[in-house]
């Protein structure tokens, strides 16, 4: 019997997470954060603020700190309860570091230079960039295997990598004759906005570190930002689709129509339905107040989380102990089976 068939007993537990790299945006949102609210109420949950992954690129130590408590605000401002779910940051539990170096001798050379998001981030630049950059993946494989997690809700971007995870987890039962062991995660992928495109180019995703303020609605921005970026949009001179293969044919679109029906909790089929024919002088005003109506609310309560920081600690140092208490007996048998001394 394979380890996928296995599936031995085990509770079931979410971890995901996201990087204090600043510029919080509507993708992260859509394809993650929004998407952990549900979940904390079906599993136990845990959300990270991945900082170790964050300095794989360079930092300002004085805004990385500033940066960890904005995505811990945005998680708590999102809907996430600090008492149902655990939320803490990642270098405060040091399970991570420690496994995600089994797991760097664990993975292979060739596994990781296939990793697209590597190839994107480093570009024509591989030689200059980290270490740490091209070991993401196995510390990302630490992060969900140091809980046993079982499922991770993700950006479609994350794929691949939860992908070497699974092959990490199975490898390492393998090769230490711990049969099902590690869990094999299984990424949960949303239907709608799993891959939010930047706004101003539809052939690549919405992200933090586009300079152009243009690409991308950040939670932080004011509605006057808001409208202004989805106006400015790009689209072209045609009226909405009527058909889904019409719009599958017209990236930007399809784009706005998937942000459209995240945020209204429909399909793109029923957002076409709605505006077949119709210009975008109806549609972007359209879905602008829609973004303000449900972005506000985040908006605001993220400013209050920030403003009033010592909440903020309290849950992450709070959350670190509770991490820190299902890692450490996970990480004590991983040495054993590995054969360190203790
Ligand atoms: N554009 C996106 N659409 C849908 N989901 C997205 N995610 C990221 N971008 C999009 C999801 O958000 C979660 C946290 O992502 P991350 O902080 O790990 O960073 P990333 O994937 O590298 O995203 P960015 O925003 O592009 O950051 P930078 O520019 O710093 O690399 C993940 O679940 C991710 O899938």
Same mark, same amino acid.
């Given at each position: 019997m394979s380890e996928e068939q296995e599936k031995?007993? *085990?509770?079931?537990r979410i971890f995901s997470g996201v990087q204090p790299t600043a510029n919080i945006h509507l993708g992260n949102y859509l394809g993650a954060i929004k998407r952990f609210v549900p979940l904390q109420?079906?599993? =136990?949950s845990i959300f990270c603020v991945v900082d170790m992954h964050a300095i794989t690129v360079p930092q300002d130590p004085k805004k990385l700190v500033l940066q960890? *408590?904005?995505? &811990?605000a945005a998680y708590? &401002?999102?809907g996430i309860d600090p008492e149902k779910s655990i939320v803490f940051v990642q270098s405060n539990v040091s399970a991570h570091a420690e496994l995600a170096w089994i797991l760097n001798c664990v993975a292979r050379m060739g596994w990781m230079e296939r990793m697209t998001q590597f190839k994107d981030k480093a570009g024509e630049n591989s030689e200059r960039v980290s270490l740490g950059l091209f070991a993401y993946p196995a510390l990302m494989a630490a992060d969900i295997l140091a809980y046993h997690a079982t499922h991770v809700p993700v950006g479609e971007d994350q794929k691949q990598h939860l992908e070497l995870a699974r092959d990490v987890a199975a490898k390492f039962n393998n090769d230490f004759k711990a049969k099902g062991f590690f869990p094999l995660p299984e990424p949960l992928i949303g239907k709608e906005a799993a891959r939010v495109m930047n706004l101003q180019d539809g052939s690549k995703k919405m992200s933090k570190s586009d300079p152009a303020e243009l690409s991308r609605i950040n939670l932080t %921005? %004011? &509605? /006057?930002?808001i409208s202004k970026k989805f106006k400015k949009a790009r689209t072209d001179q045609f009226p909405m689709p =009527?058909?889904? /293969? =019409?719009l599958k044919a017209r990236p930007e679109v399809d784009n706005l129509v998937g942000i459209y029906a995240a945020l209204a909790e429909t399909t793109k089929e029923a957002v076409v339905a709605e505006f077949a024919g119709a210009g975008f002088g109806l549609f972007k005003p359209k879905l602008a107040d829609l973004a303000v109506e449900k972005l506000a609310p985040v908006n &605001?309560?993220?400013r209050d989380?920030? %403003?009033n920081h010592d909440h903020i600690d309290k849950i992450l140092r709070e959350g670190a102990e509770r991490a820190n208490a299902i890692a450490a007996p996970i990480l004590k048998k991983t040495k054993e089976l590995v054969g360190f001394f203790s």
């Open positions: 031995p007993k *085990r509770p079931q109420y079906e599993m =136990e960890t *408590r904005e995505v &811990a708590l &401002a999102a %921005d %004011d &509605a /006057d930002t =009527e058909t889904m /293969d =019409e &605001a309560k993220m989380y920030m %403003d």
